[in-house]
């Protein structure tokens, strides 16, 4: 028998390290050629590590959350053969060190093996008429006033301190309210009825959650873009009546996209894209990145519109490539793709970077304005919130009409307060009008 150690290969893009996020095995795994042993986030695209041969774990290098260099030994096997490294006979101690603790497990309910009094202190018999007494009283909520110390021995004491009992809130059986054993069986038995009858019950727990992978990737993103970027949010409600109107009819027909395909359901979003377009050809300082260190903006061609968004891992942005060059439905279509990859792990780190401008949505929980956060380094986010049958008002009377607002934040070093609101009045424009969104 030998050993083989797994290093943490080079996953690419040019990085130096990643970091940990996930273990798939533990020491004393029996593992196959193949088999994903870890899995490691570079910005925000994750990378399975598989194993290159049959063994047993003997050692895991790091923990969730490390930050591993390329090349750093992250497992050693015991394999057939000798391996590709020499014995170790400290392997089995690292492999002691390394093995990350235990999750806590929760207390439960149920009573653990009685225990016995300890020696020269009498545990006292409850007497027959007051242990009917004071187990109705059990019921009836809280058994003695805030602050009043139960009476008990030390036997009794250590055993409600392991099954995590508070010993306030027992009723005692004995001389002078002392609780015993049978107390404590007859808390365990009645906890349900107790707590559901005494109404709400204290909860002191405390979960620490380290923050790993991609929240982490978010946090600092967040924090980067908060900490550098001096805000200015513009909030204004547009009128979509027509344009519900006429994506209801465009989705109706079913005619065939290029190459016999069919054409996607439209959502929101492709109108908004292309209204997105027309006003950036007027103001293209808004589809700019905006170098901070070096004092340089990148005011680019091409329309790269970032879509925020929610996956079971968190918050990323797919990223529609080239909108300038896309019609409608050729937006839709990416847009659902795009959205489908992200929410099933598959989409690649290009598809989720290099954006030059965003949209954010929550759909139908978008409220009625939000503050989006700039995905730094560009320099606007387009933020969109839930649609609403609102009264207004034309003049003569109220009529219904669909109405949305559109909450929208800029990066005030590049754009000024002015030059966002023509923006936003300009797609404002074009979304109560739609028909000028097909007008070259």
Partial sequence: MGEYIIKLPDVGEGVA???????HVKIGDIVREDTVLAAVMTDKATVEIPSPVDGEILWLGAEIGDTVAIGSPIVRLKVAGEGNSKPQGSAKAEAVVSEPAPTPRPQTAEPPAKTPPKAGVPDVKPAPAVSKTSTQTSVSGAPRPEGEKPLASPAVRLRAKEAGIDLRQVAGSGPAGRIGHEDIETFLARGPQVAKASGLARNDAVQDIKVVGLRRKIAEKMTLSKSRIPHITYVEEIDVTALEELRAALNKEKRAAKGGAERPKLTLLPFLMRAMVKAI?????????????????????????????????????????????????????????????????????????????????????????TTPVINHPEVAIIGVNKMMVRPLWDGTQFIPRKMMNLSSSFDHRVIDGWDAAVFIQRIKALLETPALIFVD
Wanted: aromatic share 4%.
């Fill in 281 to 369: 050809s007027d103001q293209p300082q808004l589809n700019s990145l905006f170098d901070d260190e070096a004092g340089i903006i990148h005011q680019h061609g091409g329309i790269h519109i970032g879509i925020a968004a929610q996956t079971p891992s968190g918050l990323v942005v797919p990223v529609v490539k080239h909108a300038e060059a896309r019609d409608i439905w050729d937006c839709g279509a990416e847009v659902i793709r795009l959205a489908e990859a992200a929410k099933s792990g598959t989409a690649t780190r290009d598809e989720l970077s290099g954006s030059t401008i965003t949209i954010t949505s929550l759909g139908a929980m978008g409220g009625i304005a």
């Fill in 17 to 23: 390290e990643a970091e940990l996020v996930e273990w």
